[in-house]
């Protein structure tokens, strides 16, 4: 019968979280459950980066589609949606710096007009899209508001409010690692411009900048040369720790101050050694809010690298 065939329709959803390194691409059913993923180095260009990229993200799932064991051709595909290292708002890319993503360029229009008008196509920034993966995958139907941190190299915050994610006028909601936080004297410059950001001390690369201007030294290389010797005890190491965790614990404190969200997500490489970093957490931020004594669950983010992808297609 007709309508049978028609229930019977393989239909696909594509998610992509273009990062510094890797575009990774994840493959879902029609009921969002993940089926396949694979990935294509960025290559980030001084002349039109922006185009460029999104062509060559397009052409990888394009061959995607001449060659898979799942089904997915381009005309099984219902919905695209793509994560983006940088803000954007109401499906339009500002900018992101990262990839040299520096000009107007309509990443939506050409994804249809490359994979059809009717698909569905949702771009993200990559913290929010990752937020947004968390909450739908692992946490809607039991909590409504949730904050994730995700401690990579760098520090992405992404916030949902009552079940739905907060962008803001012009992306900047939730840009929290660029909050400023730390006003000594040695306070280390982002990339944003300014100076003693969130992402300057916290996160992989903030670790390692505050161990080694603690010690005046730069045998520490990447978080994991301060967190393992600090979980095994090693007092300097754990000083470094604390020290870095403590100012997240500040962030977090107006996060919680804000909005109170039920949840705080510890996402990223960071959040590898489970408890040992959120005990510490929950530790310094209760020494920064005495006005209740009920705080939010600080737990691991699940869905590790995959969160972004799984955002992405979330809401398709
Ligand atoms: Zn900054």
Redesign the pocket.
């Known amino acids: 019968m007709a309508f049978g065939k028609k229930e019977n329709e393989k239909k696909f959803y594509i998610g992509v979280d273009v990062g510094g390194t890797t575009i990774k691409f994840g493959v879902f059913d029609k009921n969002k459950k993940f089926v396949d993923g694979f990935s294509v180095d960025t290559k980030v260009r001084k002349k039109d980066a922006e185009k460029l990229l999104t062509k060559e993200m397009l052409d990888a799932i394009e061959n995607y589609c001449s060659n898979n064991k799942h089904g997915v051709t381009k005309s099984t595909i219902a919905g695209i949606g793509i994560a983006i290292p940088g803000p954007v708002v109401n499906n339009q890319v500002l900018r992101a710096v990262n990839i040299n993503w520096n000009k107007k360029y309509d990443i939506v229009e050409e994804t249809k007009r490359r994979f059809g008008k009717k698909v569905n196509v949702r771009v993200y920034n990559d913290a929010n899209a990752a937020a947004l993966g968390e909450y739908n995958k692992t946490l809607k139907g039991k909590y409504k508001s949730i904050c994730l941190m995700t401690l990579g190299t760098a520090v992405g915050v992404g916030i949902i409010i009552d079940g739905k994610l907060v962008e803001g006028k012009n992306g900047v909601a939730g840009e929290l690692?660029?909050l400023?936080v730390d006003f000594s004297d040695e306070a280390v410059k982002?990339?944003?411009?300014?100076v003693g950001?969130?992402?300057?001390v916290a996160g992989g690369r903030g670790i390692v900048n505050v161990y080694n201007r603690m010690y005046n030294t730069n045998i520490a290389k990447e978080a994991k040369d301060v967190i393992r010797p600090a979980k095994k005890g090693d007092k300097k190491a754990l000083a470094a720790l604390e020290k870095s965790l403590n100012y997240l614990s500040i962030v977090i404190s107006i996060v919680m101050l804000v909005y109170e969200p039920e949840i705080i997500l510890i996402g990223g490489g960071v959040s590898n050694e489970g408890t040992f970093i959120t005990k510490i957490i929950m530790k310094h931020l209760k020494e920064k809010v005495f006005i209740t004594k009920k705080f939010p669950k600080i737990m691991i983010a699940k869905l590790k690298n995959k969160a972004g992808f799984y955002g992405a297609v979330s809401e398709l």
Do not use: V
């Open positions: 690692s660029h400023k982002c990339n944003c411009g300014n950001c969130l992402e300057t």
